[in-house]
């Protein structure tokens, strides 16, 4: 789905290209339940939603701003299976469902404590995580040692033509890791 | 969809990432008809027709070593909704339904005729395009300048990690140019 | 060099990494005589000119707000052989002494003439071009196929760490291409 | 320097690209005296040699596949300031004269001890690495973020065009992390 799609202000949101290689590396099945920790404007909460007939999504997410956001998209795609909870994960998710999927997009720093409930819930979770800084990569990549899980680890750099009279410049984008790894299959 | 899940043999496929991203820029709905031309193994028509209840993907292609894949593949995904078709693009398209979106991996330099056809059937069809070779995307380009349609064009560089002992080295995927046109959003 | 080391005001400079590859791929001698073509702030005729002991750059700009710029960068480094040339390219590479090099950055939209131009003057030069928008890419390769010169043809995409509190993010440039040809090597 | 100017065998050797990156992020001066910690062919030494009129390059190797590779090279650009240096860094390094750089391309592992030595033996030393490994990455930065050190971290994704008939294909090099900091500047 096209970002300008999403209602978004100014909160982060994960671009289409790296959300449609997240959402796919799920791989959700029709009836999932989603766990989005740190959901932002929802842009993946939504996505996946739409893609799940009798699924959930769990958009997590503390920001007020965000919150409303979410919100607001919610509303603009008419998705009734996605579940907004306000508050910080891990603490937050101990009273949910139990997923089969999370999706985190953001953690600010404990991530080890997240990936430590999710696995808990549910030792066959599928998860997904995108991550910018390098020392998030580290502490996903020190959490996955430690739990001898092996995942798949993706760099993904895009750029984007931008158009300036007759001219197409491309423009780099920041670029994302995108690990993955659990699920049954 | 994973790329192990598919039979490949020695056909060139696009890779598991790039898929998502051209699939998702397709904006197929439940009941779209596809032309996916230069099907390859028939990953991206098996991956579009599991998403699409209602629609039909056609998987065209001219070579026996890649038919015979794509046949292998719809039957190992019980995909009833890919109709193989055998032959060169443009000229094998005439008799096809009307497409809603059109799929361009690969087109052996007739990019011009192919994408004046898709117009000609429907001049509302989406078309995703994933071009390698600088000369490809000057095709492209030229043809859509004179068409006079903004399209939008992404550079996708991938790189995943590969485990050498303890440690994970990044390979660099070939970039691809997937270029995004059409469609009446 | 560092491009901190630069003053750069609103001008658009080659960023550091693609400056050293070009001026690697330039390939001068100590006695080599550089066109910098679209000089900008004249980082990469300073750099240049710095390794070359009895060589000369001419950096070739048209805008004021540059020229300046490149004046004071020469004072700053105390480069003596660097000679400002003030006006368009190709006019006025004409009364110029013969080049063994060419850098070019920026041509607005006169890629052909001037290549044409450098070629005249020295069969033998070697150029580096560095292109930014796609447009120029395509003008430089059809140059090169009329010319049936084979050049190499390299895409660079850097992205640098951002200090974040604790955290280090990856911020991506924008893609350059490096073409480069020529030279009696 | 070209890469095909170098005598390689099957010795992995940092690409052209890279390699100038690199060398221009030492800021070596006419007098440098510059450990090449895993040298490999030696490529980095002979380019970096080459440019000191005065300087000297320790080239440090273990593997005599390597050794051999590195004096054939010597030998065929006649560098008289690149010296070859047998065994296992650090423990070798312990006997050389102080150097005022270092460049790192593989450190099998020991990279803290080597960096710890590097930095014992001069405070102002100005170090760049290459890391191709995430694991290595993460070594170098729990090393920074000991020493209290900010360095510059920078990724460099290259891809360059292969001919194929009339078509140029753009072929995806491994991306690696070059991080440089230290020196007085």
Redesign the interface.
């Known amino acids: 789905?096209?970002d300008e799609l999403f209602i978004r202000g100014e909160v982060p949101m994960t671009k289409?290209?790296v959300?449609?290689?997240s959402?796919?590396?799920l791989?959700l099945s029709k009836s999932s339940v989603l766990y989005d920790v740190g959901a932002g404007t929802g842009s993946v909460s939504i996505e996946a939603a739409l893609?799940m007939a009798e699924g959930t999504a769990y958009a997590i997410e503390k920001k007020n701003e965000a919150i409303e956001l979410i919100y607001k998209n919610i509303e603009k795609f008419s998705t009734s299976n996605v579940i907004v909870t306000e508050g910080e994960a891990p603490e937050v998710l101990l009273n949910l469902p139990v997923p089969t999927h999370a999706f985190i997009g953001g953690t600010s720093g404990n991530m080890d404590s997240v990936l430590d409930l999710l696995l808990n819930k549910n030792p066959d979770i599928r998860i997904v995580i995108n991550v910018?800084?390098?020392?998030?990569?580290?502490d996903v990549?020190d959490w996955l040692k430690k739990k001898q899980i092996?995942a798949?680890?993706?760099?993904?750099?895009?750029?984007?033509?931008k158009?300036?009279g007759?001219?197409?410049?491309?423009?780099?984008?920041?670029?994302v890791y995108v690990v993955s790894f659990g699920g049954n299959t």
Chains 1, 2, 3, 4 share one sequence.
């Open positions: 789905m096209r289409s290209e959300r449609s290689i959402i796919s590396k791989e893609s910018i800084a390098l020392e998030s990569l580290q990549m092996e798949e680890i993706v760099h993904v750099q895009i750029s984007k033509a158009t300036a007759r001219y197409h410049m491309m423009m780099g984008n920041n670029p």
